[in-house]
């Protein structure tokens, strides 16, 4: 058979980034103590190519190479996104905007449902019982303050409802414990958890498989807070117009990518727990004291490819240079508020989280001449704003929102912080909400002054009052906005003749 295109195959997604020059081959050993991340880290920061380790220390019986910054930035500013949009298929010059609206496409379609296949490439090689020893795999320290060497940063969890109607994929972290166990982090709202509560109620340990190096456009779409019942592999059935090929786990009744890389599956149990974390977090920081007490993953089996299979990691931290945490994260929780303002009949045109709020703001790009029609006041608008989004799941890691206007691009920081800065008055611009669920991962939250769990958001109108009933009064100072046609066609003509 052919080999699908890169945003069905994980190997195709690198042989593609290997053709864009985007991908490096490092075949000199590398030690997955530290080394491994801190490569990976220093990629995203200066938007390097992605590094392709094939020479892992400790690596045996094809387990495993490493790749690094999947999600990252592209290596070639003339296409920044050209990694992020080959997840989706999407031409190297689409835009995020079009990564977005890619996402949403599905929206209103019935789900496609997957194919169930006899084998794939992730059956090729099977490990159970004894033969399995997580602590002898070259599993990553990602950051010198972790409390495990996380295996699990970009596989995809798959876990099923009790009653069988809703298959989830989700991406949830998860460390090597010991021998045949790993510890995740399960916390709500995520529909892991919501899951995995109904499978406590059953009095049953809930069966997992843990999919990594699997199709890009999936691992999108479990990146993505799509609806509570919705069966993410339908949606990206959906997305691509036909079915994805699944393959039956070994141990049990769960269902993966035939042509994933490593598939580790088992069970995660309703009763026994352990220390899990720190972990270097998507706002750059690694709290010493983070004590969480978190539900163990009994493994049972691992499945995986020939030909030295690849493990996919993230390293999340300052989004100086951006990593999946803000540019999977981020970019598909704006999403989907999108989604969710402009179904309630919003004006809403885009949202975005810039990565230089670390994903914790959202812009919110409003089409004034509709917003006129609503004959609205800010107080009302950035209200009905903010219950909608802080009470729903995919706000619930966006602490700020700012309304801007069709004048501003909400991808572009800068035009952000303009509106941000010059429009938003202190004390009467700003509207709080302290009774809403809060993202306890947020410094401030988690270490913070207040309650952990609530509150803590705000929306900020960057729209002067006259803006929500009339053009505004005022030309912008750029060269964009403060000159005619005539002559901004004039200086771009005589622009090197200048000698600038
Ligand atoms: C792309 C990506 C997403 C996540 C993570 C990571 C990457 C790379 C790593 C690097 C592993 C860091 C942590 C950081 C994580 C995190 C934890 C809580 C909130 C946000 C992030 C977390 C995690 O440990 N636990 C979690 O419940 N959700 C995570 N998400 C978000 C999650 O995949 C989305 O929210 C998605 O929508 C879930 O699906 P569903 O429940 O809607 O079906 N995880
Ligand atoms: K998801
Ligand atoms: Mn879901």
Redesign the pocket.
Known sequence: TSTPPPHLDFRAFVDALRSDDDLADINAEVDPNLEVAAVTRRAYELQSKAPLFHNIKGAHDGLFRILGAS?GLSSDPQFPYRRLVRHVGLSPNASLGDFIDKMLSAKGKPGIPPVHVETGPCKENKLFGNDIDLTKLPAPLLNKADGGN?I???GINIVQHPTKAWV??????AMVLDKTRMV????KP?????IYAQWMESGKDMPFAIALGAPPIA?MA?????PEGVT?SEYVGALCGEPLELVKCETNDLYVPARSEIVIEGTVSITERAKEGP?G??HGYSFLDEELMEPIYNVAAITYRSGNAILPI?V?GRATGP???HT??GT??SAEIRQLLQENGLPVLNVFTPYETQVIWAAVQVDRKKLWELETNAEEFCRKIGQLVFRR?CG??IHRLLIVGDDIDPFNFKDVIWSYASRCRPGMDEYHFEDVAA?P?VPYMSHGPGAKLTGGKVVANCLLPHEYKQEQMWVTCDFENGYPEEIKERVLRRWSDFGL
């Open positions: 999600g996380y699990q940063t970009m989830n994929w989700s991406i949830a972290r995740g982090l399960i916390m995520q529909h892991i958890a919501r691992v479990s990146s993505m807070p799509l993410e972990f977090e998507m993230s999340p990593d999946e945490t999977l994260i598909l929780a799941k619930m890691q993202y991962l």
